[in-house]
């Protein structure tokens, strides 16, 4: 079947606007993640989603960023008043879940974000 | 805090070879560990999983090991190919459904 799905590939801003990336995980997984990654770094975890749970925030460095994930599907990462140092590849991996073989994480292509 | 370390040199290895990768951590205690493989603007894929009550898995021409005392897990291709050029991750999971990952170490294997 499909695999995860993010959108844009691309994202090109200027320094203050919003930004909004996509992320459809496969059909039946209940846990999803976000994660960024910067040129030459490690992932570092932004925000964990598990069916109709509360989200885990936790990883997200500001109040600037928030994310959605509606219908226990699709979710949608927003970045408010963009800054140069927003600027990496944001990646969503979804999971089956705790019902299922939770610890296995597949991985979207990421949304390159840039940010001038 | 806890801490993963990957040798962030690359590792060159001519073709036919076994190549070790080492994945160390410290103040944690994972429950499972898994290896990713990430090739140049792709997202990470998943290669293998090993629980902390195993010593050892294999597939294919991979195998990975996970020493909780010495808190390290080595991964390892054997007959390395140039196709195994890209990058490896490891990931620590522990009473959390949230892993965190190395940084990874870039293998070069050398036709």
């Known amino acids: 079947g499909a695999g995860v799905s993010q959108s844009p590939s691309n994202k090109v801003t200027e320094k203050g606007k919003d930004v909004e990336l996509r992320c459809d995980p496969i059909s039946g997984h209940t846990a999803l993640y976000w994660y960024r990654q910067s040129l030459g770094q490690g992932l570092e975890f932004l925000i964990y989603f598990q069916g109709n749970s509360a989200p885990d925030k936790s990883g997200l460095p500001s109040d600037r960023f928030s994310a959605e994930r509606t219908g226990g599907s699709v979710s949608t990462l927003t970045i408010q008043r963009t800054q140069q140092e927003d600027s990496a590849v944001y990646l969503c991996?979804?999971?089956?879940?705790?019902?299922?073989?939770?610890?296995?994480?597949?991985f979207g292509p990421g949304t390159r974000l840039l940010v001038l | 805090s806890q801490k993963i370390e990957q040798n962030s040199e690359a590792l060159n290895i001519q073709e036919g070879k076994t190549a070790t990768l080492t994945c160390n951590y410290t103040?944690?205690?994972?429950?499972?560990l898994q290896w990713y493989r990430q090739d140049p603007g792709r997202g990470p894929v998943f290669l293998l999983l090993?629980?902390?009550?195993?010593k050892e898995k294999r597939k294919e021409r991979l195998k990975v090991t996970f020493d909780t005392t010495l808190k390290q897990s080595l991964f390892h291709i054997t007959a390395s190919q140039p196709a195994d050029s890209a990058t490896y991750l490891c990931?620590?999971?522990?009473?959390?459904?949230?892993?965190?990952f190395g940084r990874g170490t870039s293998l070069i294997v050398h036709p």
């Open positions: 990931a620590l999971s522990g009473g959390s459904y949230i892993p965190t």
């Open positions: 991996a979804s999971s089956l879940g705790p019902e299922g073989h939770q610890e296995t994480q597949y």
């Open positions: 103040n944690y205690s994972p429950a499972y």
């Open positions: 090993i629980r902390e009550n195993e």
